[in-house]
Structure formats: structure tokens, C-alpha cells
Nanobody
Framework: QVQLVESGGGLVQAGGSLRLSCSAS????????MGWYRQTPGKLRELVAT???????NYADSVKGRFTISRDNAKNTVYLQMNSLKPEDTGVYYC?????WSQGTQVTVSS
């Protein structure tokens, strides 16, 4: 079973940047897809970005041009660089690698 441990997150002013990291362990095989989702109170968890082991990426329209997902396959680690943050980016961010989720980290963007 894959364990996902993330780091990063915190409080930042609008226009600022944050970087999230997530390392996967416990898998005896290579991990194909990894990604990030986020959730705000009262809303469903939504896709932020995903990336395959081959580097194919997919972004939510709301973050295109501002967020960049990347990964280090040798370390089974995925990153999310978040620039030009907006208050509506506030939420709990979860790392995802099917079928598991990380514990989540809070990102708060103040206006």
C-alpha cells in the first residue's frame, strides 16, 4: 500500500507563491499518475493538476498559467509550484496517487 506524505502549504498573501511536495513510499512498482486535488468547506474535492510518469500534465482551468506540477520519478515525489496565488486558491490540498490520498495540507491566501 502506498503512503503519501506531503509538505509545504501555509499562509501567503495574494500574489505570492507556495510550493507543495509529496513523497510516495511503500510501492514495489513504479507509480504512473500522481497529482493534486483541493477541497474547500462545503465543496467537493476538485482536481488541481495531475502528471504521469512520462511527464504528461493536466491542469484545472482555474490554475493554468499559475501552477506547475512536476515530479521526480526516481524519488517518487511530486511537486506543485503555485504562483500568483489568489484568495480562491485557499483550501486543503491533497496529494493523490491511486488509490491513496495524503493527509492534506492547508493553503490559505489572504487578500
Amino acid at each position: 500500500q502506498v503512503q503519501l506524505v506531503e509538505s509545504g502549504g501555509g499562509l501567503v498573501q495574494a500574489g505570492g507563491s507556495l510550493r507543495l511536495s509529496c513523497s510516495a513510499s511503500g510501492s514495489s512498482s513504479s507509480i504512473n499518475v500522481m497529482g493534486w486535488y483541493r477541497q474547500t468547506p462545503g465543496k467537493l474535492r476538485e482536481l488541481v493538476a495531475t502528471i504521469t510518469s512520462g511527464g504528461r500534465t493536466n491542469y484545472a482551468d482555474s490554475v493554468k498559467g499559475r501552477f506547475t506540477i512536476s515530479r521526480d520519478n526516481a524519488k517518487n515525489t511530486v511537486y506543485l509550484q503555485m504562483n500568483s496565488l489568489k484568495p480562491e486558491d485557499t483550501g486543503v490540498y491533497y496529494c493523490w496517487s491511486p488509490p491513496g490520498w495524503s493527509q492534506g495540507t492547508q493553503v490559505t491566501v489572504s487578500s
